[in-house]
C-alpha cells in the first residue's frame, strides 16, 4: 500500500483529483469507481475546477458507484443519485447515461444485485475506485463481518454507520436502514484503489488499517490483498499512527 499523508483535506482532495485525472485518458473510455459521503466532496469540487478550466474533459467518462441506500427514491436529496448530480455529474460535461448507480428503489433488490455485478464486468473494472472509510472500517457498505468474497449484495447499516450519517438527515429515525453496495470482491476488481481519509474522527480506523492484520472484522483490511492501492491520509487522521 502507497501511503501519502498531507497537511490537510484541501491538499488530500487534490492528490486523489490528481490520481483519478491520470486515469482519465483522452483517446480511450475511463471508468471511475466513486462514493459518496464527506471525504470525497473536496475531491469532486477540484475535479469541477479542472473542468471548468479546462483541464479536464468529461465525454469519454463512465462511473460506477459503490452504493445506494434502498427505499429512498432518487429524487430525495439524501439518496446517492442525488449526491452525486448535484455536487459532481451536473458540473461536468459527462453523459449521465454513463453514470451508474444500484437502485435502490428495485422491486426485485437480489436481481437489482445481479444486474450491478455484471454491469461492473460489462463496461468496468473501474480503472481507478475512489473508497472512503468507515469509523468501524467500512468500505462501501461492508459492514464488519462483510465476507472477502462477496459481490453487490443488500446490507443491513449498523448502527454506527447509521449515526454517523444521520448528520445528512433531520433526524436518526430518517436514515435507512438497508443499503445495496458492491461487495469486497467487486471493489478488489478495480485496477487502482485510492482510499482517502481526513480528521481526527478517522485517526482510528487508519491506525488499525496501518496495523496490517487483514480480517473480515475489519473490512478495509482487504485492500492489504489489492496490487494497487494508494491511501491518501490528511495529518489529522494519521496522527495517532506510530
Ligand atoms: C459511501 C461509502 C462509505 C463512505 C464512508 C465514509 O459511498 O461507500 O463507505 O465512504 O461511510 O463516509 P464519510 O466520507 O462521510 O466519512
Known amino acids: 500500500m502507497n501511503i501519502i499523508v498531507t497537511k490537510d483535506e484541501q491538499e488530500m482532495s487534490q492528490k486523489a483529483a490528481d490520481l483519478l485525472q491520470q ?5 480511450s473510455e475511463c ?8 471525504t470525497p466532496l473536496g475531491t469532486y469540487q477540484e475535479l469541477i475546477r479542472r473542468y471548468e478550466s479546462g483541464e ?6 463512465t462511473t460506477l458507484n459503490l452504493d445506494e441506500y434502498v427505499g429512498v427514491p432518487k429524487s430525495h436529496p439524501q439518496s446517492y443519485r442525488s449526491f452525486m448530480q448535484e455536487n459532481l455529474f451536473k458540473h461536468v460535461n459527462m453523459d449521465t447515461r454513463k453514470a ?10 437480489k436481481e437489482e444485485c445481479a444486474r450491478y455485478e455484471a454491469l461492473i464486468e460489462e463496461v468496468g473494472p473501474p480503472d481507478i475506485q475512489l473508497l472512503g472509510i468507515g469509523h468501524n472500517g467500512h468500505i462501501g457498505f ?16 449498523a448502527d454506527s454507520t447509521r449515526e454517523a450519517n444521520a448528520r ?29 481519509a481526513s480528521g481526527e474522527k478517522k485517526a482510528d480506523a487508519i491506525q488499525k488499517l496501518l496495523s496490517q492484520d487483514v ?3 475489519f473490512p478495509a ?6 496490487p494497487d492501492v494508494t491511501l491518501i491520509v490528511d495529518l489529522a487522521a494519521y496522527q495517532t499512527v506510530q
Do not use: C, W, Y
Not at 461492508?142 to 447499516?157: D, I, K, Q, R, Y
Not at 483490511?221 to 489489492?226: E, M, Q
Open 23 to 27: 486515469r482519465n485518458k483522452p483517446e
Open 31 to 38: 471508468v471511475l469507481g466513486l462514493a459518496t459521503g464527506g
Open 56 to 61: 479536464m474533459d468529461f465525454s469519454n467518462v
Open 100 to 109: 451508474h448507480i444500484p437502485d435502490g428503489q428495485a422491486v426485485d433488490l
Open 142 to 157: 461492508n459492514e464488519p463481518g462483510s465476507s472477502f468474497e462477496s459481490e453487490t449484495h443488500v446490507v443491513e447499516l
Open 168 to 196: 445528512f438527515f433531520t433526524s436518526i429515525e430518517e436514515v435507512p436502514t438497508k443499503a445495496i453496495t458492491m461487495g469486497i470482491q467487486s471493489i478488489m476488481k478495480a485496477k487502482k484503489i485510492v482510499l482517502i
Open 215 to 217: 480480517s473480515e472484522d
Open 221 to 226: 483490511s482487504a485492500l492489504h490483498r489489492h
